[in-house]
């Protein structure tokens, strides 16, 4: 649901600099204005505190701050948002800080083309840094659009959570996935190999009764099934999603009758039960499951943009036991897709 008023005081520029040493030290490699960044940042830190059940979907005033933090201006560690909601006459607050967001997919980009131009060798690196520039008064960043996730009521047992089985939840940020689902998933990426593969995966946000064990929240996502369709197709390190297998994935939702949707794409980086050694041997080739790429942010930001939206990922994993891939759920967490712990249940 769209916030109706957003009141945004800002009162720095932001730019994101390439260096070769940590410091302001000469002309950067490679500097850009990143201001337009915070409202990624904004649009995630109001998705976490509805996700959290600090705010409701319906807030009728949204003031925001943002300010710049770190221990030698205008170098910035890390960039604070803070939130005030007014809902039906009363209020919330709620802070999240970003060390990193979409400046630094930008600045592997920059550095990409660095060694392209030959600016950089493929031995050197480049530092990142954000650097605050105060402005007279309040800045003249336009916030985009805001919109609350769309959370139903309801309960587990509508959505076919028969028993909670292993694993262990986030106290703001509980997921559920079906134990079909998760093998599903791993049966997908030793089918493909080394190759990457994709999926459609269904399910819905709800909001419970009473917070599940262990859980501050009572907003749960429930990853109900991945749908698998040959129409998905990768290669090593690189996979693409058809949009025509999308639109048949929300149809097969409908028609299961359960209140599902398509919640976003899952995939494999790969797996080789061959050689027998994928998840010990440090030096294999293939991306591991905790890893996100840039092209797997692309088609999160470009098909499934929301920052509710998680991403299962199935593959190897450096000290995971046994030679099976393993399934990673990421989610949006402080900036970046990063992996969380979540809870299976069988159906």
């Known amino acids: 649901m769209l916030v109706r008023q957003v009141d945004c005081d800002v009162r720095h520029r932001f730019q994101m600099e390439l260096r070769r040493a940590p410091r302001l030290d000469g002309v950067p490699l490679s500097s850009q204005d990143i201001t337009n960044d915070l409202g990624d940042l904004m649009d995630e830190a109001l998705t976490s505190a509805v996700l959290a059940d600090v705010f409701p979907e319906e807030i009728d005033r949204l003031d925001v701050r943002i300010e710049p933090q770190g221990a030698e201006p205008p170098v910035v560690s890390h960039i604070e948002v803070r939130l005030r909601a007014t809902f039906n006459g009363t209020c919330a607050e709620y802070r999240q800080e970003f060390r990193t967001g979409p400046w630094s997919r930008t600045s592997q980009q920059a550095m990409s083309q660095l060694r392209e131009e030959g600016t950089l060798t493929e031995s050197e690196t480049a530092y990142c840094l954000v650097v605050a520039l105060p402005e007279k008064g309040r800045s003249a960043f336009e916030p985009p659009p805001l919109q609350t996730p769309e959370i139903g009521a309801g309960t587990l047992e509508a959505l076919g959570v028969r028993q909670l089985s292993g694993g262990e939840l986030v106290p703001d940020r509980p997921v559920l996935a079906n134990q079909r689902m998760v093998e599903d998933a791993v049966a997908a990426c030793l089918a493909a190999g080394a190759r990457e593969t994709g999926g459609v ?64 794409v899952s995939h494999t980086h790969g797996f080789s039960a061959e050689c027998g050694n994928c998840n010990s041997n440090a030096a294999c080739p293939l991306a591991e499951c905790t890893h996100v790429s840039l092209l797997d942010y692309q088609v999160l930001e470009t098909l499934f943009p929301a920052k509710s939206t998680l991403m299962p990922i199935a593959g190897r994993r450096m000290g995971a036991a046994g030679n099976r891939p393993v399934l990673e759920i990421h989610a949006w967490r402080g900036g970046q897709v990063r992996p969380i712990r979540w809870q299976h249940y069988l159906d």
Request: charged residues 20%.
């Open 201 to 264: 995966t269904l399910g819905r946000m709800v909001r419970l009764p009473e917070p599940l064990p262990g859980t501050s929240t009572r907003v749960v996502t429930v990853l109900t099934a991945c749908l698998e369709d040959r129409r998905h197709s990768g290669d090593v390190n690189q996979w693409d999603i058809s949009p025509h297998a999308l639109v048949e994935a929300a149809q097969i939702a409908d028609l299961r009758g359960l209140g599902e949707a398509v919640v976003t």
